[in-house]
């Protein structure tokens, strides 16, 4: 059965750090492209970042350039999500996808594979 599972969601402060990882199971997804989604409350999911399967690509929202950081582990087929400098703007339901057999891309309908989502949340 082929599984995404994130974790390393919670609550921080504004200006806090979270790091989140999505933990691929069931087949490698080592050659997929890889990103991070979210949905606030009452909100359309919106994409967040984007990984290429050799980490040669990546891709941000503008909201979060400079403050989050994609990056994967194929040996250990895992994706994570840095997230610095958060912002209440930030609180979510992020989840993790798998783009199969293609560099990745900023469209939810691409994506292949998904997982059930992490809560964070971000007070001001």
């Known amino acids: 059965q082929v599984q995404l599972v994130e974790s390393g969601g919670g609550s921080v402060q504004a200006g806090g750090s979270l790091r989140l990882s999505c933990a691929a199971s069931g087949r490698t997804f080592s050659r997929d492209g890889m990103a991070w989604f979210r949905r606030a409350g009452g909100k359309e999911r919106e994409f967040v970042a984007a990984i290429s399967w050799n980490s040669d690509w990546t891709y941000y929202t503008d909201s979060v350039k400079g403050r989050f950081t994609i990056s994967r582990d194929n040996a250990k087929n895992t994706v994570y999500l840095q997230m610095n400098s958060l912002k209440p703007e930030d609180t979510a339901v992020y989840f993790c996808?798998?783009?199969?057999?293609?560099?990745?891309?900023?469209?939810?309908?691409?994506?292949?594979?998904w997982g059930q989502g992490t809560q964070v949340t971000v007070s001001s």
């Open positions: 996808a798998a783009d199969v057999m293609s560099i990745g891309s900023r469209a939810a309908a691409d994506y292949d594979y």
